[in-house]
């Protein structure tokens, strides 16, 4: 049963559209008398107008009128989403089935016939306007459900995540630890990368500057040495021609100590010492020129002088051992300029770069044949050149496994790493392109394709611009 009187939550504005002036007057006090706000209007023009300012909350609409009719006005509502939703309630003297099923088509809730009963208009609005009400309520009511239930979704989602995580904890306490603090460690030194580079190469500096001091020493006393040996070589050979059957003590003497194989292997030691020192100046010398990491300027330098002197310092990574094959150097070096640059920062960038193609041929030759590994040897090739566009072009390519396409796609982000854990960073190619895109406006890629190996390219400005 619903009640006489409609509750105040259930009254609202309804508009009530005829040209007939009694009829509009006739509905407005009925509607006032039961505390309906109301509004009235002559024509669907009028009433569309004061629809879109002054939103209804329901609307009583003729059918029958000057200009647009009651359903054009309706199909109009309809269209606008703004005042879709607003309920209508056809008033027609139409009694044709096929006219009532269009306007419900159009999107009328209801149909009133003329002449109506004030009886029967007053509850249909409170009906559809109760319905409306209980409409927006429910909406409401979903609304606030689906947000509830959202939140608790979350909460629990939350609360399973946490335990889930609290779990793993506790059973890999230690090793989350280590790499939390591994993660922390390598963050730092990606924010600190050019003071780091700044203590790099002055702890290298230093290093390569006291080894070579006692270097320089040992190679002055080795030209004595050797000056020495010639002489007591040439000694013990005049003493052989001149005395060919030495006494008996002296003779027994001389083959305890194998003066012939002495006097044979003397030469060679001496060489052999000399060869090392030499060496070692070679590798101070390439160290001295990789660690140029704390330039504040930039200098023009020479390319190839950094790429070979990152090569003798991974000279050992590149012999043939027991567990790979001997990874070849092709140089392609083009005619280069001098060129503008941080040249220990650079040196940097090719040691990633050379260490990460070293690894990648010996992870590949651990995989293969020793037929298979003479069958095509491993191979690293550097080639340089001008570009067309006046840049210095810079490509390291290997002949390994190459690189999946989802790697290569994250190749420079920072901390990924396809190595085991603790053997890579994943910094290195990250702070690489740091270095070229950041320090040095240039660009760092790489192009890969599986089974024919990975080249990476990069390419430099001949001269920075001036800030």
């Known amino acids: 049963m619903w009640n006489t009187t409609p509750t105040a939550k259930e009254l609202g504005v309804v508009l009530v559209v005829d040209d007939n002036p009694t009829n509009l007057e006739v509905l407005s006090n009925a509607l006032s008398h039961f505390g309906y706000e109301t509004a009235v209007a002559v024509d669907g023009e009028s009433a569309i107008e004061q629809i879109n300012y002054y939103p209804p909350d329901l609307i009583l609409l003729d059918v029958m009128m000057p200009g647009i009719d009651g359903f054009e006005t309706c199909q109009r509502l309809k269209a606008n989403p703004a005042t ?95 790499q939390a603090l591994h993660n922390l460690q390598q963050a730092q030194i990606q924010l600190i990368q050019s003071e780091k580079l700044s203590s790099l190469g002055q702890l290298v500096a230093g290093v390569a500057h006291e080894i070579n001091n006692p270097v320089n020493f040992i190679y002055g006393n080795l030209m004595h040495i050797s000056e020495y040996s010639e002489n007591l070589l040439k000694f013990a050979h005049l003493f052989q021609q001149h005395y060919p059957q030495p006494v008996s003590a002296l003779q027994e003497q001389m083959d305890e100590m194998d003066v012939e194989f002495l006097l044979e292997d003397m030469p060679k030691l001496v060489g052999s010492m000399k060869l090392g020192v030499e060496r070692i100046r070679q590798i101070v010398l390439s160290l001295r020129n990789f660690s140029r990491l704390d330039e504040a300027e930039f ?155 990975a080249e990476f390219w990069i390419k430099l400005p001949i001269q920075q611009a001036s800030t």
């Open 299 to 453: 200098k023009a330098v020479d390319i190839h002088e950094g790429i070979d002197s990152t090569l003798l310092i991974l000279h050992n990574r590149l012999k043939a051992r027991p567990d790979h094959p001997e990874i070849q150097i092709i140089k392609e070096y083009g005619e280069l300029p001098l060129i503008e640059c941080y040249a220990g920062q650079l040196n940097q960038v090719f040691m990633n770069l050379l260490s990460n193609a070293i690894d990648a041929l010996e992870s590949y030759d651990s995989q293969r044949s020793p037929e298979a590994a003479r069958a095509k040897p491993s191979q690293i090739v550097i080639h340089t050149e001008i570009t067309e566009e006046q840049l210095v072009s810079i490509k390291i390519r290997d002949n390994g496994a190459g690189i999946p396409e989802a790697v290569r796609n994250r190749l420079f982000d920072p901390f990924f790493t396809t190595k085991p854990i603790g053997k890579g960073t994943g910094l290195g190619l990250s702070i690489s392109h740091q270095i070229i895109t950041e320090k040095h406006h240039g660009e760092i890629g790489c192009v890969s394709e599986l089974g024919h190996g």
């Open 84 to 178: 879709q939703d607003i309920p209508i309630i056809f008033m027609t003297a139409l009694s044709d089935s096929s006219d009532k099923v269009r306007g419900l088509t159009l999107g009328a809730v209801d149909y009133i016939t003329k002449p109506f009963q004030q009886e029967e208009v007053l509850a249909r609005v409170k009906l559809h306007l109760k319905l409306r009400y209980l409409a927006r309520t429910l909406e409401q009511q979903n609304t606030l459900l689906k947000q509830e239930v959202t939140e608790r979704t979350i909460a629990e989602q939350a609360l399973q995540q946490l335990t889930q995580e609290l779990e793993q904890r506790v059973e890999d306490r230690t090793a989350e630890l280590s």
